[in-house]
């Protein structure tokens, strides 16, 4: 069975939730054993990544796999009473 993931999207999530966690990319790096030679493309959606690699990346930014490779919810801002 292929692995298909969407690499322009696994790039977009993969950047909202590295920021999100304030970490650059050496950072993460650093967490997932995996460089940043190879996480510079996976997060620039040049490089499809492996079946293993998005575990590796959503473990280290303590998120659920499925949120580096399915599209997110759109973000919803509250405002207080007008």
Known sequence: M????DPK???SNMKYFRERQSYTVKELAD???LTTAVLQ???SGT?????HQPTA???ALMIKHGELTLP???EVE???SC
């Open 2 to 5: 292929a692995f298909l993931i």
């Open 78 to 80: 509250y405002y207080g």
């Open 57 to 59: 990346i959503a473990s």
């Open 31 to 33: 967490h997932t054993n």
């Open 47 to 51: 490089l499809v990544p492996t079946e």
């Open 9 to 11: 999207l696994f790039a």
């Open 41 to 43: 493309p996976l997060e």
């Open 72 to 74: 997110r919810s759109p």
